[in-house]
């Protein structure tokens, strides 16, 4: 697979094809809004079963993120558990890979978000709200007032996915979304959906031209937002 490479309020950091985001110079990995035990939750709120394994594939995309990557820090980015009760529906075999994944790197941090204030602490990690590092300040959800000259900031929450026609076909694919100051980064996780990037939930945390670095099968493209298109019901409000 190859990733996109490049400079991010002066940190030289990698949009990887599976949603992850990786700092080289610092071995440090980033995953947000994993959303582990979303298909139990759902189930249990609507009676519609989704096959209950969202959590299970999730998982092996993260240990496969690390085991080619080998970082020294991982951070998760908010919402990597759906719900205050999710620790408590993940089955054993899972427990035990998240167990395996967390205590198998130097630095492993949750950060919390919306859907999980108290990350369960029985996996090990630190909890904290935000993580300041070097140029970088990561947090949940994107902070709407003006950022400090300084700041380079990182943040998940929205679920951002860039829309565009290509011979004819409408393609919807998830996306880091940046200006070079801020950085929202895809969701991670098996049974989560999306915003599209032109919503004004994400347009209006940039001041000017953003880009959407879109992820295919293998590689990242990096698609500026004035080519992009919105999904058809924005589309027909905004007109």
Request: a negative charge; glycine letters at 10%.
């Amino acid at each position: 697979m190859s990733s996109i490479a490049f400079e991010f309020n002066g940190a030289h950091v990698e949009a990887c094809p599976d949603g992850a985001l990786w700092w080289p110079d610092e071995r440090l990995l980033a995953v947000a809004d994993l959303h582990l035990e979303k298909g139990t939750w759902f189930g249990a709120r609507t009676g519609q079963l989704l096959p209950p394994y969202d959590t299970r594939t999730t998982l092996r995309r993260v240990a496969h993120a690390v085991a080619t990557l080998k970082p020294r820090a991982v951070v998760c980015v908010g919402d990597s558990f759906h719900d205050r009760d999710a620790a408590e529906r993940v089955d054993a075999d899972d427990a035990a890979a998240l167990a395996g994944l967390v205590g198998g790197v130097a630095d492993w941090i949750w950060l919390v978000g919306n859907h999980d204030p108290h990350p369960p602490r029985r996996w090990g990690g630190v909890v904290s709200h935000e993580l300041a590092f070097g140029p970088l300040a990561f947090r949940h959800e994107a902070d709407r007032t003006p950022l400090a000259r300084a700041d380079g900031e990182v943040s998940g929450h929205y679920h951002p996915v860039a829309a565009l026609t290509v011979r004819g076909r409408f393609l919807r694919r998830r996306c880091f979304v940046t200006d070079g100051r801020r950085l929202i980064l895809p969701s991670f996780g098996a049974y989560t959906g999306g915003l599209n990037v032109l919503d004004p939930a994400i347009a209006e945390l940039f001041d000017g031209a953003y880009d959407a670095l879109t992820l295919g099968a293998a590689t990242v493209h990096r698609l500026p937002s004035r080519i992009l298109r919105a999904d058809p019901a924005l589309a027909e409000a905004a007109g």
